[in-house]
């Protein structure tokens, strides 16, 4: 019989149940006088396992792991930062060699808005140097706008700078006025844009429509459409364009508006001037006129009645 054993480890002896099992195929059954003696009941037995298993749980659990895998072998986990644009724009003097190294890794660079140390430098390159490549410069456009936005400051020296840079890229005014519009703190910079006369009459279309479906044409926000429509009278025969004019008029709820008579001027002079009004643009414009308080609401009730009869 003895020579059947089989050699036992330790780590097994310290389970009560495995010694159970093994000295029931050497010795007497547990239901011997003597053998439960020693090792009691089957119930005594699950809860002394019980007891063991809690105060010795965790030195088997480390003995385990150590067992598993050992320190030496573990895999280390390596989390790769990514790099800040800001700090690689502060002290570069070669926009190119930046852009070279953002195009070798493009998912490893931040694409939060820049420092305002950065900002300046790039304005500071990119406006004495020109960048060749078109894809260069359209990331460094986008990203100066970005910053200008996070900011929500209107500086006098981002005039300075875009009077300069735009002597070299013209071409980019439109693209860099119509990511701006959408900031009301920017509009002073979306309108010296304008006035600089670099954009078409359709590129200008373009900016006024996006301000509209932003924005509510208010006693306080009637400078930019008022510009726009001033420089490009061929506008208000443009149906998209009225359009947005009179919903961005009817959804305008500032308070004041009524009672202003520069918006009920500039009010008068859009209805006066335009044409063939579909049925929600002359609803629109009702909505205003009667909202009015102004000695020129008269007027503006006329020049409704008299688009919507025409």
């Known amino acids: ?22 000295l029931e195929q050497l010795g007497p059954s547990e239901k011997d006088s003597a053998a439960e003696f020693l090792f009691g009941s089957k119930d005594d037995l699950k809860s002394e ?15 385990v792991e150590e067992y598993e895998q050992p320190p030496e072998k573990k895999i280390k986990v390596e989390i790769n930062e990514k790099l800040n644009i800001s700090t ?15 195009n070798q890794d493009p998912q490893n ?9 950065a900002l300046e430098n790039v304005m500071k390159i990119i406006s004495t140097v020109k960048i060749e490549d078109k894809q260069a410069l359209e990331y460094f456009i986008a990203v100066m706008t970005k910053t200008m936005l996070h900011l929500k400051i209107y500086q006098k020296s981002y005039e300075d700078f875009y009077e300069s840079f735009l002597v070299i890229y013209p071409n980019s005014c439109h693209q860099i006025a119509s ?8 509009c002073g910079l979306v309108l010296f844009l304008i006035n600089l006369d670099l954009m078409t009459e359709d590129q200008e279309k373009s900016v006024l429509l996006r301000w509209l479906t932003e924005f509510s ?6 400078e930019l459409p008022e510009v726009i429509l001033s420089r490009n009278t061929k506008l208000y025969e443009d149906n998209q364009v009225v359009g947005a004019v009179s919903s961005s008029f009817a959804s305008g709820v500032a308070e004041g508006s009524d009672k202003c008579v520069k918006f009920a001027k500039f009010l ?5 001037k335009v044409t063939d009004l579909e049925e929600r643009v002359v609803k629109n414009f009702k909505l205003v006129t009667e909202r009015n308080r102004t000695f020129l609401r ?3 009730e006329t020049e409704v009645d008299k688009k919507s009869a025409s």
Do not use: H, N, Y
């Open 268 to 272: 008068l002079q859009v209805l006066s």
């Open 298 to 300: 008269k007027k503006l």
């Open 109 to 117: 660079i931040s694409s939060e808005a820049l420092s305002e140390k």
């Open 179 to 186: 990511q701006l519009v959408i900031e009301p703190a920017l």
């Open 49 to 63: 396992k019980d007891v063991f298993a809690e105060e010795d749980d965790g030195k088997m659990e480390v003995e």
């Open 217 to 222: 044409i208010e006693s306080s926000t009637l």
């Open 1 to 22: 019989m003895f020579s059947e054993l089989q050699p036992i480890s330790v780590c097994e002896l310290k389970r009560l149940d495995r010694v159970r099992s093994l």
């Open 88 to 102: 690689l724009l502060e002290g570069c003097t070669d926009l190119t060699d930046i852009w070279a190294q953002i």
